[in-house]
């Protein structure tokens, strides 16, 4: 998809889990990996993981840029502003936003997302009572009202009140996130049940 930039938000401090979430194994593989991998499975020009002070190893691989958040102690919301700036300068045509704590993210859904910004029209996944949220993509009209979010408001906030948000259905366990040590072990079932299903 020509002129898509991904950014995969990692700069949280990870403090009801006790630090080090996304460098935690799960399933094989570092936490953060899953989403970074299915990522790098939809077509796009650049993509980057924005991190906070430390630099997960998770995000140590080639392909993938690392910006770092000087601000991400004050909220989610810096991040996605850091992610429109870099997607602005770069001259994308649409920024795809998604968590690094969301390991069950499909690549259908990403690419759905993608495909419907790079037309563009915003797209978003939906939350209970339809609301937006992340992942999402914006098409670069949208890019300035992004880098003006801060402290804890994320990137759907944007995109509500819109008339024109695509929304896509997902399956329920897509919009899981890992936030607890206990959670590993869940989404490591949920995991195992998928692989058996398509082996």
Known sequence: MSGLAIAILAAGS??????GKL?????GKPLGRWALDT??????????VV???????????AGCEVL?????????GTSAALAAKWAAESGSEALLILLADMPLVSRATLGRL?????????????????QPGVPAAFPAVLFPALQMLSGDVGAARVLRGRTDVMMTETA????????????????????????????
């Open 14 to 19: 990870a403090s009801r889990f006790g630090g």
């Open 23 to 27: 460098d935690a194994e799960l399933a």
């Open 39 to 48: 990522a790098l499975e939809v077509e796009h020009e650049r993509l980057a």
């Open 51 to 61: 991190v906070g002070d430390a630099v997960p190893e998770f995000a140590r691989v």
């Open 68 to 76: 770092v958040n000087d601000r991400a102690g004050e909220g989610l």
């Open 114 to 130: 993608a495909s419907a910004a790079l037309a563009g029209t915003p797209a978003s996944v939906h939350y209970p009572e339809r």
């Open 172 to 199: 329920t366990d897509e919009l899981l996130d890992v936030d607890r040590l206990e959670e590993l072990a869940e989404v490591a079932e949920l995991l195992r049940r998928s692989q058996l299903r398509s082996s």
